[in-house]
């Protein structure tokens, strides 16, 4: 049976006298550690010093501390590793991993590096999990209005002995406790965080850039059809009641045209062989092959991914998106 955690399951006294090094400060890094520090926790900030750091000058306007990486380490007790994945290997192996001491804690929000081998601590510190299922953003939105966010939870290796009371205390302090922290192996949270990215992310774009365009070749207005589709926010409203209630309840809350629309022309869909698609993009995450393929392509410089964002761009839709969402901006500050 899966656990969830909520806040009765954490106890803040396990952070009492330890200081977080929140290393990065980036979509992810800046949210928490105001997250942390607003709920009483000493935090200071890594960041790299090697005349390229964009985002020293941010964490220090926000009114933190910011070191070089291996000094924030080597200052406190708890790092949250909060850097893109592609270049966490190399930056943990030369300013994180030499400085660690026996006891430390190493948490991330994300469990990749790990679950595919590229980051192997040393057996005298914790290893945590932490990986918030919003963007960052939102975890610093859903913190201030008190809703919490999800997160998986996990511990690869307890050093310590009360790895699971640090990473729990601090899941407490980032403000997931309140929604809920599910319990998962780092394994599981890496493979299923890539396989809603690949699966379901480029379903979604196809599914509406198909219908964007057949739609505005048969004549309806671009305008209605993007609002209609997804920037109107309707779209977006339904997946929030789907959220709360699930799919079935949310479709049963929906008209009856609406429920027999969907009823008699779902298994349509069974024709596009999409269990078969999934269960391939889903074997070349498991096999390390994806892994492999954005370690090569970081190495390279990204060559393929700045290719195809270039032909991804070139789509005339886009233009009628921007026109778009300027006109619906416009009529919301009437
Ligand atoms: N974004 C999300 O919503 C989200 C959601 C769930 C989990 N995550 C996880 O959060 C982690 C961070 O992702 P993110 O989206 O927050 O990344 P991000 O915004 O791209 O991270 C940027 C931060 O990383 C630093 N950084 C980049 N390259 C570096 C290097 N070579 N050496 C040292 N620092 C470097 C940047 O500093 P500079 O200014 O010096 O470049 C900046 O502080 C990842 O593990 C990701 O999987 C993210």
Same mark, same amino acid.
């Given at each position: 049976m899966t656990v969830v955690y909520h806040e009765?399951?954490? *106890?803040? !006294?396990?952070?009492?006298g330890k200081k977080v090094a929140v290393i990065g400060y980036g979509n992810m890094g800046q949210p928490l550690a105001l997250n942390l520090r607003d709920s009483g926790v000493e935090v200071l900030v890594g960041t790299r010093? *090697?005349?390229? *750091?964009?985002?020293r000058q941010k964490a220090l306007q926000d009114g933190f501390e910011a070191y070089s990486i291996s000094d924030a380490v080597k200052a406190t007790h708890i790092a949250l590793m909060t850097i893109p994945d592609e270049v966490m290997p190399t930056v943990y192996l030369e300013h994180v991993a030499p400085y660690l001491q026996r006891n430390d804690a190493l948490v991330f929000v994300s469990a990749y590096n790990v679950a595919f081998g590229y980051i192997e601590a040393p057996p005298f510190v914790d290893v945590g999990l932490i990986a918030p299922r919003t963007l960052g953003d939102y975890a610093r939105k859903r913190y201030l209005t008190g809703k919490g966010f999800y997160s998986f939870v996990s511990v690869g290796q307890d050093a310590s002995g009360n790895c699971w009371d640090i990473v729990l205390a601090l899941a407490g302090a980032l403000g997931s406790l309140k929604a809920g922290a599910i319990e998962i192996n780092f394994e599981r949270e890496a493979e299923l965080d890539l396989f809603i990215e690949q699966a379901i992310l480029p379903a979604f774009q196809h599914i509406m850039v198909t219908a964007a365009t057949m739609l505005i070749e048969q004549g309806y207005p671009p305008e209605a059809v993007l609002a209609d589709l997804y920037l109107s926010g309707e779209f977006v409203d339904y997946l929030e009641r789907v959220g709360e209630e699930g799919l079935m309840n949310a479709m049963l809350d929906t008209a009856p045209h609406t429920q027999y629309g969907l009823l008699s022309r779902?298994? !349509?869909?069974?024709?596009?062989k999409l269990e078969r698609l999934m269960e391939v993009t889903l074997q070349q995450i498991r096999d390390g092959s994806f892994a492999r393929e954005w370690a090569k392509e970081y190495e390279d410089g990204y060559p393929r991914m700045k290719r195809l964002t270039k032909l991804r761009q070139r789509l005339e839709i886009w233009e009628l998106e921007k026109q778009t969402i300027e006109l619906l901006r416009r009529l919301d500050s009437l």
């Open positions: 009765q399951d954490s *106890d803040p !006294r396990f952070l009492v010093a *090697d005349g390229q *750091d964009q985002t779902i298994d !349509r869909f069974n024709e596009l």
